[in-house]
């Protein structure tokens, strides 16, 4: 658990960086935005859901995560779909991002199960 808060804390401060490193003109700025608030929220979710009092209130603070994860990837798509930026810059964040969703989604998985018993 302690491995993924800090993954997922490194994520969030590489988003940041992506985000300064990005174009200054509109286009570029207000997809930057939209990753730099989806992609920042990731770890703070996780921690809440580490906090739940129920399987049901972590899954639902998991399923927000996965959520998040979702939108990163769709507006890391569009700054490298667009031309904003290179795909070669962006993949390291873009597998990041796969990879934070199938252990997310294994996780809330195993709880759901778990609750289902």
């Known amino acids: 658990m302690?491995?993924?808060r800090k993954?997922?804390?490194a994520f969030a401060l590489r988003i940041i960086r992506m985000y300064s490193s990005l174009p200054k003109h509109q286009v570029a700025q207000v997809l930057g935005r939209q990753v730099l608030?989806?992609?920042t929220s990731i770890g703070a979710h996780y921690r809440e859901a580490n906090r739940s009092r129920s399987d049901a209130e972590f899954l639902s603070k998991m399923r927000?995560?996965?959520q998040e994860l979702d939108e990163t990837a769709y507006w890391l798509?569009?700054?490298v779909e667009s031309g904003i930026t290179s795909?070669?810059?962006l993949d390291d964040l873009r597998q990041e991002t796969d990879e934070l969703i199938a252990i997310f989604v294994t996780i809330?998985?195993?709880v759901d199960k778990?609750?289902?018993r």
Request: charged share 45%; glycine share 8%; proline share 0%.
């Open 37 to 39: 608030r989806s992609g």
């Open 108 to 110: 809330a998985k195993k």
């Open 114 to 116: 778990k609750g289902r």
């Open 7 to 9: 993954r997922t804390k």
């Open 2 to 4: 302690e491995d993924l």
């Open 64 to 66: 927000l995560a996965l």
């Open 87 to 89: 795909a070669t810059k």
């Open 77 to 79: 798509e569009l700054l």
